[in-house]
Structure formats: structure tokens, C-alpha cells
């Protein structure tokens, strides 16, 4: 079979320029549509005002005959009585005499006073000398007749025999395990007394054991200070100490 063929007509003659027609127009047409630019349109309700006639009825005026109100009352005339009266009573001015004196004056039963006949009471002071600087210290009953150190030295010895002598572990602390360090403080008077026994421990039981030592003590010579005697405030630490075998 022969193919037919029209030598005039070529489909692909002109293809090429086709093709670049359209590439033209594809890119114009691209271009157009990203240059279009859409504005917000503000929707505004525009409403129509419509008119219409308003009838006004008219009010009939309607007058009523009230009566005048009546005519205010007449002022009352007031008379005022008017009574003289004598002043027969005569007033007598208080005279405000005078508080201010001068050397002139004399007082008045004056007793003058001597110097024998003001009697002068002596206060004691009640002074309390701390034991490390007192001039003489307390004597413990035993320690006469020695100096000032030996006095000093034998009275905090008697004062350690004394606490030996005296102490007695509480059975309720043994049984509670309580241990530990009591201070015991008290003022030896003006009279040699031990007095204002005061203690701080670990527990209340070695507290008052500490106190009841503390009370055992015998009377004292007190402290003197130039002489005279004072209260003297002294402390001592007792240990409650377990000994475990």
C-alpha cells in the first residue's frame, strides 16, 4: 500500500512556532493572574428611610371651674409684756486676793528646826559579792584559823566531802537511764544560811537530788566585804554519772 501524500501540506512545517506561541501566552496569562490584586470590600447596609405621616390627634382643652383657694389668715399681732423690774439686789465683786509673797512676810508660826531633832535611819544594803572577789570569804565549819587562800581552799575541799557525803544516785533516774550535769547555784547570807538554791540539769529527779544536797549544808561564818558582812552567791556542778559493768 502506497502511502498518499500532499507535497503542499506538512503538519511539522511550523510546530516550533507554534509552540512558542503558546509558551508566550501560558507565561502572560501566568503573569496576569499573580499581578491581580483583590481589595476588602467593606459591606455597608445603606437602609432606606421611609417616611411616613404621623397623625397627631388633637387634645381637647377641657376648663374646669375649680373654686379660688381661700385667702391666707391675717398675721396675729404679738403683744409683748414688758415688766419692769427694780434692781434692788446689789451684787458684791469676789475680791481674789493675791498668792505672791516677799522677803517682808513673816510665816506664820514658824518653829525653826535644829539638826538634833531629824532623826537619820540607817538602811542596810543588800549586797551581793560574787565569791572569786570577795575579801573574806565564807567559813565552812572546820576551816577557822588559817589565811585568806587556805580559808578559800579548805572551804571548796569541805565543799566536795560534802557532796560525796550527801549524794545518792535517785533509784527513778537508775531505773530510767537519766545521766548527766547539774549546776547547782545559792547565796550564802549575811547570817551564814544557804539560801535561793536554784539547779539546771538534764531532768527534774537530778535537779531536786542536786537541790536536796545543796540544803544539807551546815551554817556558815558569812563573807565580809570592808568588813562587814554580805550575801555571797556560789555554784558548784554535781555529776550524775551510770556505771555500767
Not at 535644829?114 to 549586797?127: F, L, Q, R, Y
Amino acid at each position: 500500500m502506497i502511502t498518499k501524500k500532499n507535497p503542499e501540506i506538512e503538519i511539522g512545517r511550523n510546530s516550533g512556532l507554534y509552540f512558542a506561541i503558546g509558551l508566550n501566552v501560558m507565561l502572560f496569562l501566568s503573569w496576569q493572574l499573580l499581578e491581580f490584586k483583590t481589595y476588602d470590600k467593606d459591606d455597608v447596609d445603606i437602609g432606606v428611610l421611609k417616611m411616613e405621616n404621623v397623625i397627631e390627634e388633637d387634645i381637647p382643652i377641657i376648663n374646669i371651674n375649680t373654686p379660688p383657694p381661700p385667702p391666707p389668715p391675717p398675721p396675729v399681732a404679738s403683744i409683748e409684756n414688758i415688766k419692769v423690774v427694780e434692781n434692788v439686789i446689789e451684787i458684791e465683786e469676789t475680791f481674789i486676793a493675791s498668792t505672791e509673797t516677799n522677803q517682808e512676810e513673816r510665816i506664820k508660826d514658824y518653829v525653826p528646826v535644829s539638826v538634833t531633832d531629824v532623826k537619820v535611819e540607817v538602811v542596810e544594803e543588800d549586797v551581793e559579792v560574787p565569791f572569786a572577789v570577795i575579801e573574806d570569804v565564807p567559813v565552812f565549819p572546820g576551816c577557822e584559823g588559817g589565811s585568806k587562800a587556805e580559808i578559800k581552799a579548805c572551804f571548796q575541799k569541805k565543799m566536795q566531802e560534802h557532796i560525796s557525803k550527801h549524794f545518792r544516785y535517785p533509784q527513778a533516774a537508775l531505773d530510767l537511764a537519766i545521766q548527766g550535769r547539774v549546776n547547782v547555784i545559792f547565796v550564802i547570807d549575811a547570817k551564814g544560811f544557804v539560801t535561793g538554791i536554784r539547779s539546771r540539769g538534764p531532768d527534774k529527779i537530778l535537779e531536786n537530788e542536786a537541790e536536796r544536797i545543796m540544803k544539807e549544808l551546815p551554817q556558815m561564818q558569812p563573807g565580809k566585804q570592808r568588813g562587814k558582812p554580805v550575801k555571797v552567791p556560789y555554784s558548784v556542778p554535781i555529776v550524775f554519772k551510770m556505771q555500767i559493768d
